[in-house]
């Protein structure tokens, strides 16, 4: 069924009131009587005439006024969507270029010094494929916010285990925990069972734990819990890191934002993981939001319907 429009929308409500007024005024002529009774004077049924004129050309006015309305309305969702779009493609223009440039840079020089040193080549060579790789995740990325922007309905949902998914990230990403001496407690419940898509729900997680591996800072603890309800799961991703600023906090799921854009590059983000965990969050009818933690850090609070 079609969805109707603000304007016809406003047009069907003040219609709707006139109909119900002309009814109310024919049937009992006058709101204090209790039955149904014929006109007795000619005034009445001139009041009655000029009442239907009123909203026959008061409905000509509402309905132009309406369509108007509509056009106006479209008029600036398409001018607002094209304004993200140009902002969108200038954003992957600027992430692309930095990778490309540094990979051309690399072996450029070593195609022009076919004598350089062997440890200065390998050193070269590792560098351009550190930048092929953050490259192809970024792409990545894009494809995966594309397919959800675009072919959302094309996601298959299925019977999906949260819980066997988030222990499988917790495995993935030992080494790196490891190494930056963090601990990571999942507190998740066994068998949180949804109606949702695999691969997404993963994004979900790995994103969050990626962002606070590379972000929260070295030695500290990362905190995963959940509570259900009658049709939903409440999840809480929290840490005890570094944090974020509040006046950053609203803005941190838009696309490519950045807090610390030269810290950001430097570790190989791509600036659209968060954008990715808020959209599979939304497609999975729940929702998310972000604040810093008590002590210090970061708490994400998400829901996700079973």
């Given at each position: 069924?079609k969805?109707?429009?603000?304007?016809?929308?406003?047009?069907?409500?003040?219609?709707?009131?006139?109909v119900?007024?002309?009814?109310?005024?024919?049937?009992?002529?006058?709101?204090?009587?209790?039955?149904l009774?014929?006109?007795?004077?000619?005034?009445?049924?001139?009041?009655?005439?000029?009442?239907?004129?009123?909203?026959?050309g008061?409905?000509?006015?509402?309905?132009?006024?309406?369509?108007?309305?509509?056009?106006?309305i479209?008029r600036?969702?398409?001018?607002?969507?094209?304004?993200?779009?140009?902002?969108?493609?200038?954003?992957?223009?600027?992430?692309?270029?930095?990778?490309?440039?540094?990979i051309?840079?690399?072996?450029?020089?070593?195609?022009?010094?076919?004598?350089?040193?062997?440890?200065?080549?390998?050193?070269?060579?590792?560098?351009?494929?550190?930048q092929?790789?953050?490259?192809?995740?970024?792409?990545?990325?894009?494809?995966?916010?594309?397919?959800?922007?675009y072919?959302?309905?094309?996601?298959?949902?299925?019977?999906t285990?949260?819980?066997?998914?988030?222990?499988?990230?917790?495995?993935?990403?030992s080494?790196?925990?490891?190494?930056?001496?963090?601990?990571l407690?999942?507190s998740?419940?066994?068998?949180?069972?949804?109606?949702?898509?695999?691969?997404?729900?993963y994004?979900?997680?790995?994103?969050?734990?990626?962002?606070?591996?590379?972000?929260?800072?070295?030695?500290?603890?990362?905190d995963?819990?959940?509570?259900?309800t009658?049709d939903?799961?409440?999840?809480?991703?929290?840490?005890?890191?570094?944090g974020?600023?509040?006046?950053?906090?609203?803005?941190?799921?838009?696309?490519f934002?950045?807090?610390?854009?030269?810290?950001?590059?430097?570790?190989?983000?791509?600036?659209?993981?968060l954008?990715?965990?808020?959209?599979?969050?939304?497609?999975?009818?729940?929702s998310?939001?972000a604040?810093?933690?008590?002590?210090?850090?970061?708490?994400?609070?998400?829901?996700?319907?079973?």
């Amino acid at each position: 069924m079609k969805k109707l429009s603000e304007g016809r929308k406003m047009f069907a409500s003040v219609m709707v009131v006139f109909v119900v007024y002309a009814l109310i005024f024919i049937l009992f002529e006058d709101y204090d009587r209790k039955f149904l009774q014929p006109f007795d004077e000619v005034s009445d049924w001139h009041l009655l005439l000029f009442s239907l004129v009123v909203m026959v050309g008061l409905s000509f006015l509402l309905h132009r006024y309406a369509r108007r309305m509509d056009e106006r309305i479209s008029r600036e969702q398409a001018a607002k969507e094209n304004q993200m779009r140009r902002e969108l493609t200038q954003n992957i223009a600027h992430e692309l270029k930095t990778p490309v440039a540094s990979i051309l840079g690399y072996t450029d020089t070593i195609l022009d010094d076919p004598q350089m040193n062997p440890l200065t080549q390998r050193q070269f060579i590792e560098r351009a494929n550190a930048q092929a790789h953050r490259l192809t995740a970024l792409l990545q990325d894009i494809s995966t916010l594309n397919r959800m922007d675009y072919a959302a309905h094309q996601l298959t949902m299925e019977r999906t285990d949260v819980s066997i998914i988030v222990s499988d990230i917790v495995q993935e990403t030992s080494i790196a925990l490891e190494k930056r001496r963090m601990t990571l407690r999942n507190s998740l419940p066994q068998s949180i069972i949804i109606q949702g898509n695999p691969s997404l729900v993963y994004s979900i997680f790995r994103n969050l734990i990626d962002n606070a591996i590379n972000y929260a800072g070295e030695g500290t603890t990362i905190d995963i819990c959940a509570e259900q309800t009658d049709d939903e799961w409440a999840f809480r991703f929290s840490d005890n890191g570094v944090g974020i600023a509040p006046e950053h906090l609203p803005r941190i799921f838009e696309r490519f934002y950045r807090i610390d854009k030269s810290r950001s590059r430097s570790i190989g983000g791509t600036g659209l993981g968060l954008a990715i965990v808020k959209n599979a969050v939304l497609l999975h009818g729940g929702s998310i939001t972000a604040r810093c933690a008590e002590g210090g850090g970061v708490c994400f609070e998400f829901t996700l319907k079973k």
